[in-house]
């Protein structure tokens, strides 16, 4: 089922050992963003321009429904909780628990004082960001852990104001999927918007009188119209990333049981037909016995087309390396959303990866167990990201502010520094603006 990609005895040690670019040795989907961006710009730019009567067009357009209200009515978050079977419900909160208390460790000092010298002092000053857009897919799959995910860090960083998008569903009579509403009333959220796609990005980013005012930041991943349009209102406002479909990679010996290799293969290949699923491993047999045990346990599989997709695509294949040395080259140069280490001694191994949004260390640490109950994040970067970002945290919510306190005697023992500087730069008005405070009649011009 999973293609093999054999790069054994391609290293000896020797000068003529071949060249190999690890980041390519596993080609990933073809997602076009910059095609989408065709698509989504007059989107964007009809909502600017028409808000509300946009979003119903849009509305009727794409998700085949237009809701009675796009900003969902509280009684509809209350009824959605009282909806909710016992069991989902605790399900819900250990979750919701879990991940505000990995929150708040990361939440860490939120200042750092510097004396400099007497009476030179910078602080930093870590300060929420005032109001955020968080958007939660509603597509293949209701994903009511990622209100989980966006919310609990935002609310943790001390955001002032937090709303959620979600596309409206006809099922549901044009709200979102109730189980992403019920999260929403756990979490104390009560400004959901029943909006979907490149248009809930753009409500968030330019605003829409009489109905929701804009964001400072949007964060949450979607389908390529939603990163499309994120990419193209980036400065308008910020964002975590540009997630694309989701990845698994598994770094495997010997040692690990080719069932729950393949079951976490599967797992996450169910998100998606251009979803990811790669084993990197040295040992010719787990691969055979993974390859042997995936076609049952696709079939099993209430998405087994969707599976079959992506263990079939050009993004998902069985790597076979010399040893864990070159496995190791391989996981960091390919830098994968969700990292498995099934191996023996396999903290110590972990403890090597360098480039991942998450690592699971271990027979028991499996990728769904994060994408749920683990209290980690599960918006994590892809396509190969992790080897320069960060998965969605407290700190994502929080802007860093420096503030210079300065002495008159404190600014006096650099000034000649400064002056100096700015004329190097041809910068003169820097220098005298520190030279001004020392002279008998400091106005400008004196």
């Known amino acids: 089922m999973l293609a093999t990609i054999d790069l054994r005895g391609r290293l ?47 509305s009727e357009r794409f998700d085949r429904v237009v809701p009675a209200s796009f900003r969902v009515p509280e009684e509809a978050l209350a009824a959605a909780v009282d909806g909710l079977a016992d069991d989902l419900r605790a399900a ?10 990995v929150c708040a460790a990361e939440l860490g000092p939120v200042a750092v004082d510097v004396e400099l010298a007497p ?61 992403i509403l019920a999260v929403c009333r756990l979490l104390g959220i009560d400004e959901v918007y029943a909006v979907g796609g490149a248009q809930a990005v ?23 119209y939603v990163v499309a ?63 042997e045990a995936l076609p049952g346990q696709v079939a099993a599989t209430k998405h087994s087309e969707r599976i079959t997709t992506s263990m079939s695509g050009r993004q998902s294949a069985v790597v076979l390396v010399d040893d864990l040395e070159q496995g190791l080259a391989v996981v960091n140069a390919y830098a994968t959303e969700h990292l498995e280490i099934q191996t023996a001694d396999a903290a110590a191994v972990a403890a090597r990866v360098t480039n991942a949004g998450a690592v699971f260390v271990g027979r028991y640490s499996p990728v ?46 650099v000034a000649r520094h400064v002056e100096v500087f700015a004329e190097a730069e041809d910068l003169p008005a820097h220098g005298y603006a520190v030279t001004a405070r020392f002279l008998d009649a400091p106005e400008l011009g004196v």
């Open 12 to 58: 000896t040690g020797g000068a003529d050992d071949a060249v190999i670019d690890y980041r390519t040795v596993v080609p990933r989907a073809a997602v076009d963003v910059e095609a989408a961006l065709g698509v989504v710009r007059g989107v964007c730019d009809d909502v600017a321009a028409r808000g509300e009567a946009a979003l119903r067009d849009y």
């Open 92 to 101: 819900f909160e250990e979750s919701i628990a879990r991940r505000r208390q």
């Open 119 to 179: 009476g030179a002092r910078v602080t930093q000053r870590m300060v929420p960001i005032e109001r955020v857009g968080l958007y939660v897919p509603g597509g293949l799959a209701p994903l009511a852990s990622s209100v989980i995910m966006n919310v609990v860090p935002a609310q943790v960083a001390g955001c002032r104001s937090i709303a959620v998008a979600s596309p409206p569903q006809r099922e549901f009579g044009g709200l979102p999927h109730p189980s």
């Open 202 to 224: 753009a409500m968030f980013a330019y605003g829409v009188p009489g109905l929701c005012e804009p964001v400072s930041m949007v964060t949450g991943p979607g389908n390529i």
């Open 229 to 291: 349009a994120k990419r193209l209102l980036r400065g308008i406002v910020s964002i975590d990333s540009e997630a694309g479909p989701t990845e698994i990679m598994v770094l495997a010996d010997d040692t690990a049981d080719p069932a729950l290799v393949a079951a976490d293969l599967v797992s996450q290949s169910e998100h998606d037909p251009l979803a990811a699923a790669v084993l990197v491993t040295d040992s010719p047999a787990l691969a055979d016995r993974v390859q």
């Open 368 to 413: 769904s167990l994060g994408d749920y109950t683990a209290g980690s994040t599960h918006v994590l970067p892809t396509g190969g990201c992790a080897c320069h970002s960060s998965g969605l945290n407290v700190k994502s919510f929080l802007k860093a502010m420096h503030v210079v306190d300065y002495s008159r005697e404190a600014l006096a023992a």
